[in-house]
Protein backbone atom coordinates (compact mmCIF):
# COMPACT_ATOMS: atom_id res chain seq x y z
CA UNK A 1 0.00 0.00 0.00
CA UNK A 2 1.43 3.09 -1.20
CA UNK A 3 1.69 5.93 1.21
CA UNK A 4 -1.29 8.19 -0.13
CA UNK A 5 -3.90 5.39 -0.57
CA UNK A 6 -6.78 6.81 0.96
CA UNK A 7 -7.63 3.55 2.40
CA UNK A 8 -4.82 4.84 4.82
CA UNK A 9 -5.64 8.26 5.69
CA UNK A 10 -9.12 7.34 6.27
CA UNK A 11 -7.97 5.06 8.77
CA UNK A 12 -5.67 7.28 10.37
CA UNK A 13 -8.15 9.91 10.32
CA UNK A 14 -10.63 7.59 12.16
CA UNK A 15 -8.06 6.65 14.48
CA UNK A 16 -7.82 10.52 15.40
CA UNK A 17 -11.68 10.96 15.52
CA UNK A 18 -12.30 7.84 17.17
CA UNK A 19 -15.20 7.24 14.98
CA UNK A 20 -15.59 4.24 13.04
CA UNK A 21 -19.05 4.23 11.91
CA UNK A 22 -22.09 6.88 11.58
CA UNK A 23 -25.61 5.82 12.50
CA UNK A 24 -28.04 8.78 11.46
CA UNK A 25 -31.13 8.59 13.43
CA UNK A 26 -32.28 11.79 12.92
CA UNK A 27 -34.96 11.94 10.45
CA UNK A 28 -35.79 9.75 8.10
CA UNK A 29 -34.59 12.59 6.00
CA UNK A 30 -31.30 12.27 5.96
CA UNK A 31 -31.45 9.11 3.28
CA UNK A 32 -29.13 9.50 0.49
CA UNK A 33 -30.24 8.54 -2.71
CA UNK A 34 -29.29 4.72 -4.03
CA UNK A 35 -26.99 3.89 -6.74
CA UNK A 36 -30.17 2.55 -8.80
CA UNK A 37 -31.75 6.54 -8.16
CA UNK A 38 -28.39 8.15 -9.26
CA UNK A 39 -28.45 5.88 -12.43
CA UNK A 40 -32.08 6.62 -12.81
CA UNK A 41 -31.77 10.74 -12.44
CA UNK A 42 -29.03 10.51 -15.00
CA UNK A 43 -30.98 9.25 -18.20
CA UNK A 44 -33.93 10.66 -17.06
CA UNK A 45 -35.95 11.93 -19.93
CA UNK A 46 -36.74 15.87 -18.98
CA UNK A 47 -38.58 18.49 -20.51
CA UNK A 48 -39.38 22.23 -19.35
CA UNK A 49 -42.14 21.26 -16.93
CA UNK A 50 -43.93 24.95 -16.18
CA UNK A 51 -44.31 24.52 -19.71
CA UNK A 52 -46.20 20.95 -18.76
CA UNK A 53 -44.61 18.55 -20.34
CA UNK A 54 -41.61 17.21 -18.68
CA UNK A 55 -42.68 13.15 -19.36
CA UNK A 56 -40.82 11.80 -16.03
CA UNK A 57 -42.75 14.64 -13.92
CA UNK A 58 -46.13 13.87 -15.69
CA UNK A 59 -45.06 9.92 -14.93
CA UNK A 60 -44.73 10.36 -11.14
CA UNK A 61 -47.49 12.02 -11.16
CA UNK A 62 -49.70 10.02 -12.57
CA UNK A 63 -48.49 6.83 -10.57
CA UNK A 64 -48.69 8.71 -6.95
CA UNK A 65 -52.48 9.62 -8.39
CA UNK A 66 -52.95 5.85 -9.33
CA UNK A 67 -51.39 4.73 -6.15
CA UNK A 68 -53.57 6.80 -3.81
CA UNK A 69 -56.43 6.52 -5.97
CA UNK A 70 -56.99 10.24 -7.01
CA UNK A 71 -57.65 11.72 -10.39
CA UNK A 72 -54.34 14.12 -10.61
CA UNK A 73 -51.19 14.83 -8.83
CA UNK A 74 -48.41 17.42 -8.71
CA UNK A 75 -45.11 17.55 -8.02
CA UNK A 76 -43.96 20.02 -5.62
CA UNK A 77 -40.21 21.21 -3.88
CA UNK A 78 -41.58 20.38 -0.27
CA UNK A 79 -44.05 18.86 1.82
CA UNK A 80 -44.65 22.53 3.37
CA UNK A 81 -45.44 23.95 -0.11
CA UNK A 82 -47.79 20.95 -0.67
CA UNK A 83 -49.77 21.73 2.79
CA UNK A 84 -49.94 25.11 1.87
CA UNK A 85 -51.32 24.57 -1.80
CA UNK A 86 -53.40 22.37 -0.42
CA UNK A 87 -55.24 24.62 2.10
CA UNK A 88 -55.25 27.89 -0.18
CA UNK A 89 -56.61 25.62 -2.85
CA UNK A 90 -59.50 24.95 -0.67
CA UNK A 91 -59.63 28.29 1.48
CA UNK A 92 -59.40 30.45 -1.02
CA UNK A 93 -61.77 33.25 0.26
CA UNK A 94 -60.04 35.61 2.83
CA UNK A 95 -61.70 34.87 6.64
CA UNK A 96 -61.80 30.77 5.62
CA UNK A 97 -60.96 28.99 8.65
CA UNK A 98 -59.25 25.55 8.50
CA UNK A 99 -59.62 22.91 11.74
CA UNK A 100 -56.41 21.27 12.68
CA UNK A 101 -54.86 19.18 15.65
CA UNK A 102 -52.94 21.25 17.96
CA UNK A 103 -50.13 19.45 17.68
CA UNK A 104 -49.78 19.39 13.61
CA UNK A 105 -47.40 19.89 11.81
CA UNK A 106 -49.22 22.17 9.90
CA UNK A 107 -49.59 24.45 12.95
CA UNK A 108 -46.30 24.22 14.24
CA UNK A 109 -43.40 23.70 12.07
CA UNK A 110 -44.49 25.39 8.94
CA UNK A 111 -44.39 28.58 9.29
CA UNK A 112 -47.87 29.61 9.32
CA UNK A 113 -47.95 30.05 6.59
CA UNK A 114 -51.71 29.32 5.81
CA UNK A 115 -52.00 32.63 8.12
CA UNK A 116 -49.09 34.78 6.82
CA UNK A 117 -49.88 33.90 2.93
CA UNK A 118 -52.89 32.49 2.38
CA UNK A 119 -54.56 34.63 5.16
CA UNK A 120 -56.36 31.73 6.11
CA UNK A 121 -57.73 31.36 10.29
CA UNK A 122 -56.88 28.09 12.29
CA UNK A 123 -59.25 26.91 14.51
CA UNK A 124 -56.84 24.24 16.72
CA UNK A 125 -58.59 20.98 17.78
CA UNK A 126 -56.29 19.25 21.23
CA UNK A 127 -54.66 16.10 19.63
CA UNK A 128 -54.74 13.38 21.33
CA UNK A 129 -52.02 11.16 21.80
CA UNK A 130 -52.70 8.87 19.31
CA UNK A 131 -52.89 11.85 16.66
CA UNK A 132 -56.46 11.46 16.50
CA UNK A 133 -58.69 14.82 17.47
CA UNK A 134 -62.18 13.62 19.30
CA UNK A 135 -65.06 13.82 16.16
CA UNK A 136 -67.22 15.57 18.48
CA UNK A 137 -64.63 18.56 19.16
CA UNK A 138 -63.89 18.78 15.83
CA UNK A 139 -67.87 19.11 15.02
CA UNK A 140 -68.07 21.79 17.92
CA UNK A 141 -65.12 23.42 16.15
CA UNK A 142 -66.99 23.86 12.92
CA UNK A 143 -68.57 27.40 13.23
CA UNK A 144 -72.63 28.00 13.12
CA UNK A 145 -73.23 30.08 9.71
CA UNK A 146 -75.89 31.66 11.89
CA UNK A 147 -73.34 34.05 12.94
CA UNK A 148 -71.28 34.49 9.85
CA UNK A 149 -71.14 38.56 10.94
CA UNK A 150 -68.68 37.68 13.07
CA UNK A 151 -67.23 34.36 12.44
CA UNK A 152 -64.80 33.49 10.25
CA UNK A 153 -65.78 30.37 7.68
CA UNK A 154 -65.33 26.86 8.25
CA UNK A 155 -64.04 25.40 5.40
CA UNK A 156 -61.41 23.00 6.09
CA UNK A 157 -60.37 20.00 8.03
CA UNK A 158 -57.09 19.09 7.98
CA UNK A 159 -55.80 15.47 9.83
CA UNK A 160 -52.21 13.78 9.48
CA UNK A 161 -51.19 10.51 9.17
CA UNK A 162 -49.52 8.96 10.40
CA UNK A 163 -48.87 11.82 12.78
CA UNK A 164 -45.36 13.11 13.69
CA UNK A 165 -45.74 15.08 17.06
CA UNK A 166 -47.58 12.11 18.39
CA UNK A 167 -44.44 9.46 17.59
CA UNK A 168 -45.61 8.45 14.51
CA UNK A 169 -48.77 7.08 15.58
CA UNK A 170 -51.27 6.16 12.56
CA UNK A 171 -54.91 7.14 12.14
CA UNK A 172 -57.18 4.29 11.78
CA UNK A 173 -59.10 4.02 8.38
CA UNK A 174 -62.75 3.75 10.13
CA UNK A 175 -61.87 7.28 11.89
CA UNK A 176 -60.64 8.86 8.75
CA UNK A 177 -63.95 7.92 7.11
CA UNK A 178 -66.00 9.01 10.07
CA UNK A 179 -64.18 12.80 9.78
CA UNK A 180 -65.11 12.24 5.96
CA UNK A 181 -68.52 11.86 6.69
CA UNK A 182 -68.64 15.14 9.31
CA UNK A 183 -66.78 17.21 6.52
CA UNK A 184 -69.75 16.12 4.04
CA UNK A 185 -72.32 16.42 6.18
CA UNK A 186 -71.01 20.12 6.92
CA UNK A 187 -70.00 21.14 3.50
CA UNK A 188 -66.45 20.97 4.28
CA UNK A 189 -63.16 19.87 2.48
CA UNK A 190 -60.76 17.07 3.83
CA UNK A 191 -57.20 17.52 3.17
CA UNK A 192 -54.25 14.74 4.47
CA UNK A 193 -51.23 15.65 5.18
CA UNK A 194 -49.72 12.14 4.56
CA UNK A 195 -45.70 12.98 4.65
CA UNK A 196 -45.64 9.67 5.88
CA UNK A 197 -48.74 8.35 4.39
CA UNK A 198 -46.73 4.85 3.60
CA UNK A 199 -45.78 4.23 6.56
CA UNK A 200 -49.41 4.21 7.92
CA UNK A 201 -50.64 2.28 5.26
CA UNK A 202 -47.45 -0.62 5.63
CA UNK A 203 -48.10 -0.19 9.62
CA UNK A 204 -52.13 -0.70 9.54
CA UNK A 205 -52.01 -3.06 6.60
CA UNK A 206 -54.46 -0.75 4.39
CA UNK A 207 -54.08 -0.34 1.02
CA UNK A 208 -52.83 3.59 1.09
CA UNK A 209 -55.78 4.61 -1.55
CA UNK A 210 -58.27 3.04 0.96
CA UNK A 211 -56.42 4.98 3.89
CA UNK A 212 -57.20 8.55 2.20
CA UNK A 213 -60.10 7.57 -0.15
CA UNK A 214 -62.50 10.16 1.97
CA UNK A 215 -60.31 12.93 1.39
CA UNK A 216 -60.20 15.91 -0.82
CA UNK A 217 -56.57 15.89 -1.16
CA UNK A 218 -53.35 14.26 0.20
CA UNK A 219 -49.75 15.58 0.38
CA UNK A 220 -47.21 12.75 0.08
CA UNK A 221 -43.80 13.06 0.96
CA UNK A 222 -41.02 11.08 -1.29
CA UNK A 223 -38.18 12.13 0.65
CA UNK A 224 -38.60 10.85 4.38
CA UNK A 225 -39.28 6.97 4.34
CA UNK A 226 -39.19 6.32 0.51
CA UNK A 227 -35.70 7.87 0.44
CA UNK A 228 -35.87 9.81 -2.66
CA UNK A 229 -33.96 12.98 -2.22
CA UNK A 230 -36.47 15.53 -2.92
CA UNK A 231 -40.45 16.40 -3.65
CA UNK A 232 -43.74 15.69 -2.33
CA UNK A 233 -46.83 15.21 -4.64
CA UNK A 234 -50.11 16.68 -3.71
CA UNK A 235 -52.93 15.00 -5.26
CA UNK A 236 -56.52 15.46 -5.64
CA UNK A 237 -59.47 15.89 -8.38
CA UNK A 238 -58.85 17.27 -11.61
CA UNK A 239 -59.92 20.86 -11.04
CA UNK A 240 -57.88 20.72 -7.73
CA UNK A 241 -54.89 20.32 -8.99
CA UNK A 242 -55.42 23.03 -12.03
CA UNK A 243 -55.65 25.42 -8.97
CA UNK A 244 -53.02 24.07 -7.28
CA UNK A 245 -50.49 24.60 -10.16
CA UNK A 246 -51.12 27.88 -10.95
CA UNK A 247 -50.24 28.70 -6.54
CA UNK A 248 -47.00 26.30 -6.82
CA UNK A 249 -46.18 28.71 -9.49
CA UNK A 250 -46.87 32.16 -7.66
CA UNK A 251 -45.12 30.62 -4.78
CA UNK A 252 -42.39 29.95 -7.00
CA UNK A 253 -42.41 26.33 -6.89
CA UNK A 254 -42.77 25.89 -10.69
CA UNK A 255 -39.23 23.86 -11.38
CA UNK A 256 -37.51 23.29 -15.07
CA UNK A 257 -36.38 19.80 -15.56
CA UNK A 258 -37.43 18.42 -12.85
CA UNK A 259 -37.69 14.90 -14.19
CA UNK A 260 -34.48 14.68 -12.69
CA UNK A 261 -35.93 14.76 -9.34
CA UNK A 262 -39.04 12.50 -10.48
CA UNK A 263 -36.83 9.97 -11.46
CA UNK A 264 -35.51 9.21 -8.06
CA UNK A 265 -39.00 9.41 -6.79
CA UNK A 266 -39.94 6.83 -9.44
CA UNK A 267 -37.31 4.43 -7.86
CA UNK A 268 -37.77 5.62 -4.42
CA UNK A 269 -41.83 4.39 -4.92
CA UNK A 270 -40.68 1.08 -6.78
CA UNK A 271 -38.05 -0.25 -4.45
CA UNK A 272 -38.58 1.50 -1.20
CA UNK A 273 -42.06 1.39 -0.17
CA UNK A 274 -41.11 -2.40 0.56
CA UNK A 275 -38.59 -1.34 3.10
CA UNK A 276 -41.10 0.29 5.30
CA UNK A 277 -41.99 -2.83 7.38
CA UNK A 278 -38.13 -3.00 8.25
CA UNK A 279 -37.74 0.13 9.55
CA UNK A 280 -41.05 -0.33 11.75
CA UNK A 281 -39.59 -3.67 12.70
CA UNK A 282 -35.95 -1.99 13.85
CA UNK A 283 -37.98 1.04 15.13
CA UNK A 284 -39.57 -1.75 18.07
CA UNK A 285 -36.25 -3.36 18.51
CA UNK A 286 -34.58 -0.78 19.59
CA UNK A 287 -37.62 0.47 21.66
CA UNK A 288 -37.52 -2.51 23.66
CA UNK A 289 -34.28 -2.41 24.19
CA UNK A 290 -33.98 1.03 25.23
CA UNK A 291 -37.13 0.53 27.32
CA UNK A 292 -34.66 -2.15 29.64
CA UNK A 293 -31.89 0.64 30.40
CA UNK A 294 -31.78 2.04 33.56
CA UNK A 295 -33.23 5.48 33.71
CA UNK A 296 -34.52 5.77 30.60
CA UNK A 297 -38.32 4.74 29.26
CA UNK A 298 -40.30 4.09 26.13
CA UNK A 299 -43.67 3.65 25.42
CA UNK A 300 -43.11 0.20 23.31
CA UNK A 301 -46.77 -0.07 21.99
CA UNK A 302 -47.32 3.30 21.10
CA UNK A 303 -44.33 2.47 18.54
CA UNK A 304 -46.69 1.86 15.42
CA UNK A 305 -43.92 3.55 12.90
CA UNK A 306 -40.66 4.23 12.54
CA UNK A 307 -40.19 7.00 15.09
CA UNK A 308 -39.20 6.35 18.87
CA UNK A 309 -39.72 8.50 21.69
CA UNK A 310 -37.35 7.86 24.47
CA UNK A 311 -37.89 9.75 27.45
CA UNK A 312 -35.15 10.21 30.52
CA UNK A 313 -36.58 9.53 33.53
CA UNK A 314 -36.73 11.81 36.73
CA UNK A 315 -33.50 11.40 39.09
CA UNK A 316 -31.08 9.87 35.57
CA UNK A 317 -28.35 11.74 35.66
CA UNK A 318 -27.92 13.15 32.47
CA UNK A 319 -30.19 15.28 30.34
CA UNK A 320 -31.47 14.44 26.67
CA UNK A 321 -28.83 17.00 24.99
CA UNK A 322 -26.02 15.64 27.16
CA UNK A 323 -26.95 11.91 25.57
CA UNK A 324 -26.85 13.37 22.35
CA UNK A 325 -23.52 15.23 22.54
CA UNK A 326 -22.08 11.92 23.95
CA UNK A 327 -23.48 9.78 21.12
CA UNK A 328 -22.54 11.77 18.41
CA UNK A 329 -18.76 11.53 19.36
CA UNK A 330 -19.53 7.73 19.00
CA UNK A 331 -20.91 8.59 15.71
CA UNK A 332 -24.77 8.41 16.44
CA UNK A 333 -26.90 11.04 15.69
CA UNK A 334 -29.85 11.44 16.80
CA UNK A 335 -32.59 14.85 18.50
CA UNK A 336 -33.14 15.74 21.74
CA UNK A 337 -36.49 17.13 22.25
CA UNK A 338 -36.57 19.12 25.60
CA UNK A 339 -34.65 18.11 28.50
CA UNK A 340 -35.81 14.56 29.12
CA UNK A 341 -36.78 13.08 25.52
CA UNK A 342 -34.84 11.71 22.67
CA UNK A 343 -36.71 11.33 19.26
CA UNK A 344 -35.21 8.53 17.01
CA UNK A 345 -36.44 7.98 13.20
CA UNK A 346 -35.76 5.08 11.00
CA UNK A 347 -35.14 5.05 7.45
CA UNK A 348 -34.01 2.43 5.09
CA UNK A 349 -30.45 2.75 5.78
CA UNK A 350 -30.14 2.07 9.06
CA UNK A 351 -28.73 -2.06 9.30
CA UNK A 352 -29.85 -4.23 11.94
CA UNK A 353 -26.40 -4.29 13.20
CA UNK A 354 -26.89 -0.23 13.37
CA UNK A 355 -29.41 -1.17 15.90
CA UNK A 356 -27.37 -2.60 18.14
CA UNK A 357 -24.71 -0.47 18.16
CA UNK A 358 -26.99 2.12 18.98
CA UNK A 359 -28.04 0.56 21.53
CA UNK A 360 -25.11 -0.39 23.13
CA UNK A 361 -23.77 3.08 23.04
CA UNK A 362 -27.12 4.35 24.49
CA UNK A 363 -26.47 2.00 27.61
CA UNK A 364 -23.11 3.22 27.84
CA UNK A 365 -23.71 6.83 28.06
CA UNK A 366 -26.39 6.80 30.05
CA UNK A 367 -25.45 4.07 32.60
CA UNK A 368 -20.91 3.88 32.29
CA UNK A 369 -21.12 0.22 31.08
CA UNK A 370 -18.70 -0.60 28.10
CA UNK A 371 -19.97 -0.52 24.43
CA UNK A 372 -19.49 -2.51 21.61
CA UNK A 373 -16.59 -1.11 19.41
CA UNK A 374 -18.04 0.28 15.86
CA UNK A 375 -16.28 -1.91 13.36
CA UNK A 376 -18.79 -3.23 10.96
C1 LIG B 1 -41.83 16.71 7.18
C2 LIG B 1 -43.26 16.94 7.29
C3 LIG B 1 -43.90 17.92 6.52
C4 LIG B 1 -43.15 18.94 5.68
O1 LIG B 1 -42.28 18.43 4.79
P1 LIG B 1 -41.03 19.28 4.24
O2 LIG B 1 -40.72 18.57 2.98
O3 LIG B 1 -39.97 19.17 5.29
O4 LIG B 1 -41.47 20.68 4.02
C5 LIG B 1 -45.27 18.04 6.62
N1 LIG B 1 -45.97 17.25 7.43
C6 LIG B 1 -45.40 16.30 8.21
C7 LIG B 1 -46.26 15.44 9.08
C8 LIG B 1 -44.03 16.12 8.16
O5 LIG B 1 -43.46 15.19 8.93
Redesign the pocket.
Known sequence: MGLFDPRQLLKIENSVNMVTRRVDLRSDTVTKPTEAMRAAMAKAEVDDDVLGNDPTALCLETEMARILGKEAGLFVP???MG?LISVLVHCNVRGSEVILGDNS?IHIYENGGISTIGGVHPRTVKNNKDGTMDINLIEAAIRDPEFEICYPTTTLICL?NSH?NSGGRCLPVDYINKVGELANKHGLKLHI?G??IFNASVALGVPVHRLVQAADSVSA?L??GLGAPAG?VIVGSKSFIAKAKILRKTLGGGMRQVGVLCAAALVALQENVAKLEGDHKKAKVLAEGLNKIKGLKVDVTSVETNIVYCDILEGTNITAPKICMALEELGILVMPEGLSRIRIVFHHQISESDVQYTLSCIQHVVTGTPHENGDT
Do not use: F, I, Q, V
Request: glycine share 8%; charged share 30%; hydrophobic share 15%.
Open positions: SGTNHEADARCSKT
